[in-house]
């Protein structure tokens, strides 16, 4: 393998998502290791969980609001500053790092950073082709759950011997140090005499909460039960008007985005994923992490491979209410304790997770051998 000395990630936007989150706590973790970081920011002027990230990190706007107005900047700086490894985040950053990369004079290697079942997620049959022609340029494609890499290579055809499983860098100290600060939300107060299940994403159709606000209709019919769901998002208006069509609205609070999900995450009594798709959901790690009881979909991919078929958290199937509801009762009933669930998410830690990439970077980026160099060229010739 060869050693490696500087990493560039290409970010398209300074949002707030895990894939900005996973890539930040790679960024921080190889700077942390005295390797060079690099973060583009190809649509933004500051980089996304600026106060977390290690300020040892370079962050370098590029002042470019399309793609192919990003190509020629990336191009530019790897020619210039000529890192071992371009890693892109995003269909956006994806489809610029590999343009850029072919027209560079750089021996940067593009690694290509993929966090979410595309051929589920992507139904636009352009993108689908730009994925299936494009992405196979790429040098390596790290995938963030085995469900991701096997969709690449199914659902796109890509090759398999292309595609490596590095889990997300989900948990940090930050993360064990911030679940144990205070939560000043009613709900989630000790003592109470009733029970507070937690969802948290972004208020769209891909995160599914309409199922869980029904599920949760089901549960009051039984117990005293709250739902409080973090994020902000396109669905919230549609959101609170089913919560009143299903008589509950005085159970469900959106409290919006706030600055410490893993506090609300250690409090709550049960934990919720209700999402139709994932890539490898960092949310439902985090919970694990905090010591919160958790049910889940079994949807394509990444919380089957979390929860280990079942063992820390029950499965439901995707869009079904009642057995929502019923694993929630269950859940509640028959927590797991939380260092067991604790213990699940070990497999996601920083520094274990940069290992595996540092492996994988290592080996994408290590020179070909004279006699691999010599038969290419007679090849060629």
């Excluded at 290791?33 to 583009?40: F, H, T, Y």
């Excluded at 977390?52 to 990003?70: D, F, I, M, T, W």
């Excluded at 992405?135 to 595609?163: H, M, T, W």
């Excluded at 985090?286 to 929860?307: F, M």
Aim: charged share 25%; proline share 7%.
């Amino acid at each position: 393998m060869s050693p490696i000395t500087h990493v560039a990630f290409l970010m398209p936007s300074a949002g707030w998502g895990g894939i900005e989150r996973k890539n930040v706590h790679f960024a921080n973790e190889l700077a942390r290791r005295g390797i060079r970081v690099d973060m583009l920011l190809s649509r933004s002027e500051t980089p996304p969980y600026q106060d977390y990230l290690n300020e040892s990190v370079h962050v370098r706007p590029l002042g470019a609001r399309h793609k192919y107005s990003a190509v020629p900047k990336v191009k530019a700086y790897l020619d210039s500053e000529q890192p071992d490894v371009l890693i892109t985040a995003k269909d956006h950053g994806a489809k610029v790092g590999i343009v850029a990369g072919r027209l560079s004079r750089a021996h940067t290697k593009i690694v290509l950073g993929i966090g979410n079942t595309l051929g589920t997620s992507e139904t636009k049959l352009g993108r689908r082709l730009g994925v299936r022609l494009l992405y196979r340029l790429a040098d390596r494609i790290i995938a963030n759950s085995q469900g991701v890499a096997d969709d690449l290579v199914e659902s796109f055809g890509l090759p398999g011997k292309k595609v490596r499983v590095v889990f997300n860098p989900v948990v940090t100290d930050n993360l064990l140090d911030r679940c144990r600060e205070p939560v000043d939300h009613p709900w989630l107060q000790g003592g109470r005499d009733f029970t507070t299940v937690l969802g948290c994403g972004r208020l769209s159709p891909q995160k599914d909460f309409p199922t869980l606000l029904r599920a949760l209709a089901e549960v009051r019919m039984h117990r005293d039960c709250r739902l409080v769901v973090l994020g902000e998002g396109p669905e919230r208006g549609n959101l609170r008007a089913l919560a009143e069509r299903l008589g509950i609205t005085d159970a469900v609070d959106f409290p919006g985005f706030v600055d410490n999900s893993y506090a609300y995450m250690a409090r709550t009594d049960l934990f919720v994923l209700s999402s139709r798709w994932e890539g490898l959901p960092n949310v439902l790690i985090e919970a694990l992490a905090c010591g919160a009881p958790c049910v889940a979909t079994d949807c394509p991919s990444g919380p089957r491979e979390i929860l280990r078929e079942g063992q820390y958290g029950r499965l439901v199937p995707m869009g079904d209410a009642q057995e929502m509801a019923t694993a929630i009762g269950e859940g509640l009933d028959s927590p797991t304790p939380p260092a067991i669930l604790r213990e699940a998410a070990d497999r996601f830690k920083a520094e274990a997770a940069t290992d595996h990439l540092l492996e994988v970077l290592g080996e994408v980026a290590a020179p070909a051998s004279p006699a691999t160099v010599s038969s290419r060229t007679s090849a060629d010739e």
